[in-house]
């Protein structure tokens, strides 16, 4: 049971291309955030938001842009990718964006570019 | 700042033997601390967190891990090993400055043997 619901699981895009990540939660939270996960390198926080409002980019190229037009739901539009952008995308929700409470991932996207 | 350092990259075990996975923590606050487990293909699972309360704390699938202040370390342990333990684990911080911002460490991957 994850409770967060990532689609597409897997996606091959050149980099001209324009695609959306979307991220699902079924907690009843109110904050989500995108991750970024690349081979032997830690976890990478890109975005946060607290009740649909951004709270966080942690200094993400504009080449990606979040919408989360409720807490239910999160996404990550991507257009004109890099090939350094080939990672795992996870996304996660926790009741508030408080310290103290876990955060629930998803499976996560993975994201190839061509 | 906060940092979190997962001193083994790899460790093998085999099965029905102890588990040691060691993470040393760096906060200016008491932090909250939380260990996550991933799966081949899969989103981080919580396996436990601490969050200032006992310091001996229980996770699921037998997993414990005890906050040591004075150690600044939150090793994470099993006394018997199962083949469905084989992952990579990660010990993260959160907290004090840093808000609901997670810090993860570089991960320990675990083999199991039979």
């Known amino acids: 049971e994850t409770g967060v619901t990532q689609t597409p699981r897997h996606l091959v895009m050149g980099m001209t291309n324009k695609k959306s990540l979307k991220c699902e939660q079924h907690?009843?939270?109110?904050?989500m955030y995108w991750y970024k996960q690349s081979a032997k390198k830690p976890l990478e926080l890109m975005f946060v938001y607290n009740f649909k409002e951004q709270t966080e980019n942690n200094s993400v190229p504009s080449r990606f842009s979040p919408e989360c037009p409720n807490s239910s739901h999160l996404f990550l539009h991507l257009h004109t990718l890099q090939p350094e952008d080939s990672a795992l995308y996870l996304c996660?929700?926790?009741?508030?964006?408080?310290?103290?409470?876990?955060?629930?991932f998803g499976d996560g996207t993975r994201l190839s570019i061509l | 700042a906060q940092s979190v350092t997962q001193l083994d990259s790899h460790v093998s075990v085999s099965e029905g033997t102890p588990v040691l996975l060691r993470c040393n923590y760096s906060?200016?606050?008491?932090?909250?601390l939380f260990w996550y487990v991933q799966h081949p293909n899969k989103g981080l699972q919580l396996l436990l967190k601490y969050t200032s309360a006992a310091t001996l704390v229980k996770g699921i699938n037998g997993f414990e891990a005890e906050f040591k202040k004075s150690e600044t370390s939150f090793h994470l342990t099993k006394p018997s090993a199962h083949m469905s333990d084989a992952a990579e684990y990660f010990c993260?911080?959160?907290?004090?400055?840093?808000?609901?911002?997670?810090?993860f460490g570089g991960g320990t991957r675990v083999l199991v043997k039979p």
């Open positions: 907690l009843g939270h109110n904050a």
């Open positions: 906060s200016s606050y008491s932090p909250s």
């Open positions: 996660a929700s926790s009741q508030q964006g408080y310290s103290n409470q876990p955060q629930h």
């Open positions: 993260v911080v959160s907290g004090g400055a840093a808000g609901n911002k997670l810090t």
